[in-house]
Structures are given as C-alpha cells and as structure tokens.
C-alpha cells in the first residue's frame, strides 16, 4: 500500500486561498482530514468534492488525472493545521498521504 | 451526539503479550456502520491499521500489522475492539477508532480522542 504524496508544508496570509494537493491516485473515493495539534482529525471533504455538513464552503475538493487537490479560500487563522489526504488502496484498503502542515501567516 | 472513547492503551514490552483496546460508542446505530482503527505515531502522519464491516463478517488489514492484530466488533454492547500481539516498537502510536461514512469503508466522518500505546523496554 504506497502513501499518497503531499507537500510537507503549505502556507498563506489571512483571505487568501491556498492549495493543497495530493498525488498517487485516480479514485473518487479521496477524503481530507483536518488536525489540529492534540486532537483528533476531522473529516473535511469526502468523494473528492463532497463537504459533510457543518464544513465551512471555504474548503473544496477537486481531482485531475492522479492528483486531488484541497484548496482554502478566504483563509483564517483557525485554518492553520495538519491536513491529510486519503484514498482506497485496492480492494477495501486504504492509504492516507503523509500530511501537509497549513500556516496562516 | 456521536461518541467515540478508546480505552486499553499502555506502556508494553517488544514482543511480550498482547494488548487488547476497546472503543466505545454512542450517540448512533453502531450497528448500521463499518469500523476502523487508525494510528499515528509520535510526530508521524496517520496510518490506516483495520477495518471492520457493519456485521463484523468481514476485515481488512494494513500488511503492516496482518497476522499480528485482530479487529473485532460486539454490536450488542456498542463496542470495537483491536487485539494486538506480538508488538514490535514501530506499533508505538496514538490509536484512533473511526466511525465510516454512510455505506463507505473509505470515509471516517466520526473520530475518537485516541488511546497512546507504547511499545518500549
């Protein structure tokens, strides 16, 4: 099961928007997760473009080819955290991308 | 409201026993959802360790631990269980239970606060 490929780092000011990709794959089964230091992740994007309810419209998902991408716009200082791709890895396993830490600068 | 509380984590030798956590739930049809266990290591990123169906017939396994844990599910008493054995110091890890999406393996819209396992002499 090899790992999804993301940035290690990623950065933006406040209202700007930023993109967060994630190579490795042609599912429509990607997922993003949000982590904030000591907590535990929360599901942000599902089926590469689907928000759970209580998500702020902020955060979009998108794919091309064997990349997905995150992207936030408008960005505010409770977006700085670890973000985490994820994807099906073959028959009912899954892979998740090394994370990308987020800063607001 | 969905709830997740795992329990059982510890301080453990290389090799020496096993360890069984648990991760209760509530607050939803436990029944009705596949499950899974997630780890992350200290520092590290996420990891996906096993997934269990809705009905517990059928499991699925990172290489990295097949063979050496087991998931299990008891759907009377809300609970998923992860037994581990044969513990190396690579296993060392926050181990988060994960409630999946409405009919997916492939989505966890619900996370537990974690258990830390330590695998050290």
């Known amino acids: 099961q090899s790992a999804l490929t993301q940035p290690p780092s990623a950065s933006g000011s406040p209202g700007q928007s930023v993109t967060i990709s994630c190579t490795g794959t042609?599912?429509?089964?990607v997922s993003w997760y949000q982590q904030h230091p000591g907590k535990a992740p929360k599901l942000m994007i599902y089926?590469?473009?689907k928000r759970p309810s209580g998500v702020p419209d902020r955060f979009s998902g998108s794919k091309s080819g064997s990349t997905a991408s995150l992207t936030v716009s408008g960005l505010q200082a409770e977006d700085e955290a670890d973000y985490y791709c994820?994807?099906?890895?073959?028959?009912?396993?899954?892979?998740f991308g090394g994370g990308t830490k987020l800063t607001v600068l | 409201e969905v709830q997740l509380l795992e329990s059982g984590g510890g301080l453990i030798q290389p090799g020496g026993g096993s360890l069984r956590l648990s991760c209760a739930a509530s607050g939803f049809t436990f029944s009705d959802y596949a499950m899974t266990w997630v780890r992350q290591a200290p520092g590290k990123g996420l990891e996906w360790v096993s997934t269990i169906s809705a009905s517990g017939g059928s499991t699925f396994y990172a290489d990295s631990v097949q063979g050496r844990f087991t998931i299990s599910r008891d759907n009377s008493k809300d609970t998923l269980y992860l037994q581990m054995s044969s513990l190396r110091a690579e296993d060392t890890a926050i181990y988060f239970c994960?409630?999946?999406?409405?009919?997916?393996?492939?989505?966890?819209?619900?996370w537990g606060q974690g258990t830390l396992v330590t695998v050290s002499s």
């Open positions: 994820s994807s099906n890895a073959g028959s009912k396993n899954l892979v």
């Open positions: 042609t599912s429509d089964y």
């Open positions: 089926e590469v473009t």
């Open positions: 994960a409630k999946g999406g409405s009919g997916s393996y492939y989505r966890f819209d619900f």
